[in-house]
């Protein structure tokens, strides 16, 4: 499922930034995150090893992710195996692998089908402890939450879910100090990373405050449309009322916690300041399916492959229509393409805004001759993801030279009416000097050519 189209996509603005930076030397990636994106600076070097040994191709960049969604699923399976049954082991991961949600991160070069994973097994760590608890396997379980903490922060909201799963379950409560030393431990360990990103959390002002439209969105999300989400409400209410037990958590214990807590606490922290996104709680999504599982294994006779194929059936549709290009976020390779065919050596290149610069960083090779008319110091020098431009006037100056007879402009695709000066810049000596001679759109991103 996860290499079902993985080559095929182009890379989205988030991607094209993971390239970006993973191509990077590692003394310059930890540049960057002294300034900005300290969250996602261990997804970042880990990448940095991907290239180094598999390359920078869109395929190379999401292998990370497919391995990743590949091992949430068995991961999943291993849970439904301890604490219910075989059977439910195994729906639960066919149905995880079958979740358009998880398929859709599996093909992005980003960190969040990681922290899927990291999720999934810290959990199965935590059904170890309340089984045969030990120091060794408290101290993997507070490497894991670690580790958890400095691949993606927002992460560890599951300890809040696995804290009720100790309240609520009476045979587990003499857990409760051990666990605690080690969660203290872990996020003492991971406070460094937690301050830093403090500092730098206006990277997310481009979130707004969430409401209830944005909970019933990632409900269907996690399911899918509508006919599935009401099959597998069905199944999860079953498993809610009737699952039992194999060892000393149960399914509702585990479960419910786990997909209700992290998204609630979000949307309620999200509210004073926004911090909330539906990827940010994908860790969640695996307890859908095993709850889920945990129901439709209360059938008798393996009749539960019934709702599974239609299941399938009805996502089919989704899953086919997320692997077509044309419904990607953006299409970055689309725009690479057409300056590869129609720039000419020695072709000036403004961006509007900088950060849409990751275009020609994702993709290089397209913009071979061309000259970054703006740039003063590059995106790996300043440390941040657009680099750094030289003045409004300096800007104009450049424009204005002899040697400028033809220049690209590539923004998003749609213009915010308060520009910056140094945008105002690039587009006012624009309109005055030089005539639009050509405009080409792809998703996601606009290209216009001017003559002198």
Known sequence: ?????????????????????????????????????????????????????????????????????????????????????????????????????????????????????????????????????????????????????????????ILPAHLATLLLTRRTRTMLRPWSAAVASAVAAVSPLIALAVTQRNALDWLTRPGWRDALYLAEAFTGPRTVMDLLGAAMAVGLVTARRRGPIGPQALAVPWLLLPATLLLLASQFHPFYTGRYVIGSLPAVSLLAAAGLARLPYRTWIAPIVAMAVLLEPLQVAQRRPENWWDDLRGAAAIVRREARPGDAILFLTADRRSIAEAYPDAFRGTRDIALRRTPAQAGNFGGTEFSPSEIGRRLNGAATTRVWLLEGPWRSPSLAPRDRAKVDVLQRHFRQAGVWRVRGITLSLFQR
């Open 1 to 157: 499922m996860g290499l079902w189209g993985a080559g095929r996509l182009p890379l989205w603005r988030d991607e094209a930034i993971t390239s970006e930076i993973a191509r990077r030397s590692t003394p310059d990636i930890l540049w960057c995150a002294r300034h900005i994106d300290a969250v996602h600076a261990v997804y970042y070097l880990f990448m940095h090893g991907v290239v180094q040994l598999f390359g920078a191709s869109e395929f190379a960049l999401r292998l990370p992710s497919i391995a990743a969604f590949a091992a949430t699923a068995a991961g999943v399976t291993v849970l439904g195996r301890r604490i219910v049954s075989g059977s439910a082991g195994f729906v639960a991961g066919i149905l995880y692998a079958g979740a358009p949600f998880a398929s859709h991160y599996a093909h992005e070069a980003r960190s969040y089908s990681l922290v899927a994973a990291l999720t999934v097994w810290l959990t199965v760590l935590f059904v170890d402890l309340a089984e045969r608890g030990s120091r060794r396997r408290y101290a993997a379980y507070g490497a894991g939450i670690a580790l958890l903490g400095l691949v993606h922060l927002f992460a560890l909201l």
